[in-house]
């Protein structure tokens, strides 16, 4: 069955635009012009990936609501923000609310597609039958690659699929340095240094939320990120 790509976009043409763009390479795509409109179609069903504008229509910051909305319902569905908003502290604002990826309305197709596919080859990981090593523990923390779950002092943290495999990486070998190259190949995504820089950020909040004493990601400046062995 093909996977279902929402886009919600105000601009009908732009909206369409991308939509063909999706349905050529396969997907299914539904297409909404507002945050309302969307929240209540995902009430029946939810899509396998949300690609989201931020302004819509009178709603200029209606996209991080929705977005916020969407995180708070599917931990682990996959949302891209498209946007003509090219500001870092929009960037910024959109990873800190959850999104998998920040991309401005000026990225190629076949860059587009291209991540987009890399989020949905995690969701294919999730399926896939792990081996008798999908259980990592490291001190406090528990990763189960079967379920993609992680858990800190036996407490869930929730993780979206690129936070999930950014701390896979690092705690997989604890005290090895892990390259902004290194996390975007776990990742497997097209990451900067921001947008890398706010989803640690983001990961390390997570886990304040459950253990205020939590300092197990280091970062290594000038190199990267490790955690901390134990």
Same mark, same amino acid.
């Given at each position: 069955?093909? *996977? ?52 819509? *229509? ?68 999730? *399926? ?72 640690? *950020? ?29």
């Amino acid at each position: 069955m093909a *996977k279902r790509i929402a886009i919600v976009e105000d601009e009908a043409a732009i909206r369409e635009n991308y939509s063909a763009a999706f349905r050529r390479e396969g997907y299914a795509v539904d297409g909404y012009d507002a945050r309302k409109p969307a929240l209540a179609a995902f009430a029946t069903r939810l899509p396998d990936l949300v690609v989201i504008d931020i302004n819509l *229509k009178d709603d200029v910051e209606g996209g991080f609501e929705l977005c916020r909305e969407l995180r708070a319902r599917a931990p682990e569905l996959p949302i891209i923000f498209l946007t003509a908003r090219d500001s870092e502290f929009d960037a910024v604002s959109g990873l800190r609310l959850g999104a998998d990826d920040y991309l401005t309305k000026d990225i190629s197709l076949p860059h587009l597609m291209a991540r987009i596919a890399a989020l949905f080859r995690r969701l294919d990981a999730m *399926k896939q039958p792990q081996s008798s090593d999908s259980t990592i523990i490291r001190g406090d923390l528990c990763i189960d690659t079967d379920r993609m779950s992680i858990s800190w002092q036996e407490q869930a943290v929730g993780l979206t699929l690129t936070e999930f495999w950014l701390v896979h990486a690092m705690a997989r070998y604890p005290g090895h340095v892990k390259n902004r190259q290194q996390l975007m190949d776990a990742a497997q995504a097209v990451l900067d240094d921001n947008t890398i820089t706010s989803h640690i *950020k983001r990961i390390r909040r997570k886990f304040l939320a459950i253990d205020p004493a939590f300092d197990a990601i280091e970062t290594v400046y000038g190199m990267g990120y490790r955690w901390l062995s134990d």
